[in-house]
């Protein structure tokens, strides 16, 4: 599987916009990019994923770099309840052998202040 | 809503003793996922199952066993329990390649 690159931490102030940032240089053209996160004392959830086009949900948005190089997950207006790990992840959806794995790296500490 | 239980919150177990870990879908979905969370290394992937009677190794298997004779239940067996193997485990399942969605987790403790 592909590589991710995301920096261990980023903070934010409440109600403003974050950008958490994700490195994959050696992406393959069938890899598609999710976002997960963790909150305290919970097992992950699904937030974003995308493939080569940007993205919007009711969580998030997904930037995706035009060489798909890079992807930036975009938080709108954070809350307290967004404090949580953000894992950015390859997975080879298009290839047919990834049976939905996913391989989970160490991702970014998010914390928010009030 | 998909609902992924598991029957432990929390457990303690003695070394050497066999141990069951139980996880459950509602969501009639093909796949399932047994991962382990430790400190320091993540989320890791023990194994899977994509079908009915069928199961694939992931990242560390060793020291475990997996069960899958109906489509919404997925057993993780420590067949002689270790105090390595002291985690966080996590259960997930998914639709193909859809969104992965995970149970609240057993804490197991092996004294």
């Known amino acids: 599987d592909a590589k991710t690159t995301q920096p261990n931490s980023m903070e934010s102030n409440e109600e403003e916009p974050v950008h958490l940032p994700c490195n994959h240089s050696t992406i393959s053209g069938t890899d598609y990019i999710h976002w997960y996160r963790q909150l305290p004392s919970q097992g992950p959830e699904y937030v974003i994923h995308g493939l080569t086009s940007n993205v919007n949900n009711r969580m998030a948005s997904l930037a995706i770099a035009e060489d798909r190089k890079s992807s930036t997950l975009i938080l709108h207006r954070a809350t307290l309840r967004d404090a949580a790990v953000y894992y950015c992840?390859?997975?080879?959806?298009?290839?047919?052998?990834?049976?939905?794995?996913?391989?989970f790296g160490q991702g970014t500490i998010l914390t928010v202040h009030p | 809503d998909v609902k992924v239980t598991q029957s432990s919150r929390y457990l303690v177990k003695r070394t050497g003793e066999k141990v069951f870990l139980e996880c459950v879908q509602d969501?009639?979905?093909?796949?399932m996922f047994w991962y382990r969370q430790d400190p320091g290394l993540g989320l890791r992937l023990i194994y899977f199952s994509y079908d009915v009677k069928m199961k694939e190794k992931g990242d560390i298997p060793e020291g475990y066993s997996v069960s899958r004779e109906k489509k919404e239940r997925f057993s993780l067996i420590l067949e002689s329990a270790s105090t390595n193997q002291t985690s966080m485990y996590l259960c997930?399942?998914?639709?193909?390649?859809?969104?992965?969605?995970f149970g609240p987790g057993t804490r197991l403790t092996v004294t």
């Open positions: 997930a399942s998914s639709l193909n390649v859809g969104e992965q969605y």
């Open positions: 992840i390859l997975r080879d959806d298009a290839g047919g052998t990834s049976y939905g794995k996913l391989t």
């Open positions: 969501m009639d979905h093909e796949n």
